[in-house]
């Protein structure tokens, strides 16, 4: 069974879903329920909202 886990970072959310062969965490980012993008970690996630709201 797949587990989520998420958390709100400017306007964003930030979904950490463990799965995969290995289970590893992977960290998504949505808004308005439309997937931005897909992450190893969550700094990369931010950085990533950070450049989108930078423009």
């Not at 590893?24 to 308005?32: L, S």
């Given at each position: 069974?797949?587990?989520a886990?998420?958390r709100?970072?400017r306007?964003?959310e930030?979904?950490a879903?463990?799965g995969?062969?290995?289970?590893?965490?992977?960290?998504q980012?949505?808004r308005?329920g439309?997937n931005?993008?897909?992450?190893?970690?969550?700094i990369?996630?931010?950085l990533h909202?950070?450049?989108?709201?930078?423009g």
């Amino acid at each position: 069974m797949e587990s989520a886990d998420w958390r709100l970072y400017r306007g964003y959310e930030i979904v950490a879903r463990r799965g995969g062969l290995f289970g590893r965490r992977r960290y998504q980012v949505w808004r308005m329920g439309e997937n931005q993008g897909t992450f190893r970690d969550p700094i990369a996630a931010e950085l990533h909202i950070d450049g989108l709201l930078r423009g």
